[in-house]
């Protein structure tokens, strides 16, 4: 049993010469080749658990300056 496959390229319209079908044939099966793009990760809305654990690192130069009365 053989089986008919469906022309890759069909041209409804005007008259292309080889190098035209050619350099679109080119075009769609690099298009094709390059596959679907990455998942994105889900979305979680609670954030990363390794960015909770980490504090914020801030330069305040006021900071420790009246440590006596403490």
Do not use: C, I
């Amino acid at each position: 049993m053989e089986e008919t496959k469906k022309p890759f390229l069909t041209v409804t319209k005007g008259n292309p010469d080889d190098t035209q079908v050619a350099a679109l044939t080119a075009l769609f099966a690099g298009l094709s080749a390059a596959g679907v793009p990455e998942e994105t990760p889900v979305r979680n809305n609670w954030g990363n658990v390794s960015e909770r654990l980490q504090r914020p690192m801030t330069y305040n130069p006021n900071a420790f300056h009246n440590v006596t009365y403490f």
